[in-house]
């Protein structure tokens, strides 16, 4: 258990469905973001919060929604998505510093998308 | 930009070999510098961290030193175990403002007992 919580750990889809990840901190972070982590690829930022407000978001399709209702936790809206979505989605907090002292990540959600 | 470059992989040794994965960075700041570690089935993990230039990581029997001047900070360890086997990545976290963390692809190790 690293402190971060994320279910599902797997989860398949139809390419019509919606489904939601979540994720879940109680460490005192501030900041949460989403990674993509598909094989034989760098990690890809998808959306960062800090405080409760999105302060990035790096070019990622409109299929993909994210959702920050408070500090501790943090969802994934997925729908209408493609076979190349599937890839295991990494959840992560971090103290108010932005980064400089490490990230806790979560175990992660392994979606494939059928 | 900043950018991370580690070894590729995979990276095969027997039990309680030296290790070492090289990881060079580019980077306009100050960064801090990181390793994580990610075990089959599971999220990264934390391995260790430098914030300043000479600043030596270390945790498990890893160590790495924030070199400025080679601007490296590679990962090594004296004896290595099977449970070692994972994949390691390098990370930076520019200091400057910005909330990204910039990884490394990733290296793969496999320990053979």
């Known amino acids: 258990e690293t402190g971060v919580t994320q279910t599902p750990r797997h989860l398949v889809m139809g390419m019509t469905n919606k489904k939601s990840l979540k994720c879940e901190q109680h460490?005192?972070?501030?900041?949460m973001y989403w990674y993509k982590q598909s094989a034989k690829k760098p990690l890809e930022l998808m959306f960062v919060?800090?405080?409760?407000?999105?302060?990035e978001n790096n070019s990622v399709p409109s299929r993909f929604s994210p959702e920050c209702p408070n500090s501790s936790h943090l969802f994934l809206h997925l729908h209408t998505l493609q076979p190349e979505d599937s890839a295991l989605y990494l959840c992560?907090?971090?103290?108010?510093?932005?980064?400089?002292?490490?990230?806790?990540f979560g175990s992660g959600t392994r979606l494939t998308v059928v | 930009g900043d950018s991370v470059t580690q070894m590729e992989g995979p990276v095969t040794l027997s039990e309680e070999a030296f290790l070492t994965i090289n990881c060079t960075y580019t980077?306009?700041?100050?960064?801090?510098l990181f390793w994580y570690v990610q075990y089959p089935g599971e999220g990264l993990q934390l391995l260790l961290k430098?914030?300043?230039?000479?600043d030596k990581g270390s945790n498990k029997g890893f160590e790495a030193t924030y070199r400025k001047e080679t601007t490296s900070f590679h990962l090594e360890k004296g004896s290595v175990q099977v449970s070692d086997s994972a994949v390691y990545f390098c990370?930076?976290?520019?200091?400057?403002?910005?909330?990204?963390?910039?990884f490394g692809a990733g290296t793969r190790l496999f320990v053979k007992a």
């Open positions: 992560a907090s971090s103290q108010p510093d932005r980064g400089m002292h490490g990230y806790t």
């Open positions: 460490l005192g972070h501030n900041a």
């Open positions: 919060y800090s405080l409760e407000e999105r302060v």
């Open positions: 980077a306009t700041g100050y960064p801090s």
């Open positions: 430098a914030t300043k230039a000479d």
């Open positions: 990370a930076l976290s520019d200091n400057t403002g910005g909330f990204k963390t910039i």
